[in-house]
């Protein structure tokens, strides 16, 4: 029953990030309580890059944080592997008079120069941002000393029964109950020193991974 469970959450997520990309903004809206823009945006508080810099976007969606990067002077780019988003993103960005940088590629085979980037960043992924060849190419497109910054998740903090629904509608989504998980320990192997922190919105906590890239010669320093 539990694998049966599992598969109809995949099956669900996979059609919110395709055929049903078009709700996405609504979807995301609806369960942060309004906060989804904010809880995003605290990832541009640790890019750590002057304006100007590039920065790249893994899983760029309907395009909300791309719109943020370019408010804030990045030269930047995104990928994602769903053709939707894509379609939904390269719109959003047009409206906005926004220069379109987008490039449909998974993430453990990002189509870019070695240390292309002086950044990356990426909000509320799927698992894959945690894969092996992920972080490798990650890895290979920042510059030494870039920083890989991941939103991965967001807590309701109101402690009222509607905010306690959604807590228990993540849970039981699968996106609770990694709070032990050794963000150092894991991506040290892959050529990171990584930290989690976490920030404030309203009536939320929201986590932030910073994930440097960590080269022999700094080691040494």
């Known amino acids: ?41 605290q990832a541009l508080k640790h890019l750590n890059v002057p304006p100007g810099a590039r920065v790249l976007e893994i899983a760029h969606g309907t395009g909300d944080i791309q719109l943020d ?16 988003m894509g379609r939904i993103a390269a719109a959003k960005l047009k409206r906005a008079g926004q220069r379109v940088r987008l490039a449909r590629a998974s993430a453990d085979a990002l189509p870019f120069a070695d240390g292309h980037f002086a950044a990356i960043v990426c909000t509320f992924p799927a698992p894959f941002i945690l894969q092996a060849g992920t972080l490798r ?18 807590v309701l903090t109101g402690g009222d029964p509607a905010s306690a629904a959604v807590e228990l509608l993540y849970r039981l989504t699968g996106q609770r109950g990694t709070e032990d998980f050794d963000i150092s320990g894991y991506f040290a192997p892959h050529g990171f020193a990584a930290r989690l922190i976490t920030e404030q919105c309203q009536r939320s906590m929201v986590m932030v991974v910073i994930a440097e890239r960590v ?6 320093e």
């Open 1 to 41: 029953m539990r694998q049966i469970w599992i598969g109809l959450i995949k099956f669900g997520f996979r059609l919110l990030y395709n055929e049903f990309a078009w709700t996405y903004d609504w979807v995301s809206k609806a369960v942060s309580f309004g906060q989804w823009r904010c809880w995003g945006r």
């Open 69 to 84: 990067l370019l408010a804030a002077g990045y030269a930047v780019t995104g990928i994602d592997l769903s053709p939707h």
């Open 215 to 220: 080269d022999a010669t700094q080691d040494a």
């Open 137 to 154: 190419a990650a890895r290979r497109v920042l510059q030494p000393g870039g920083r890989l910054v991941i939103v991965p998740n967001a």
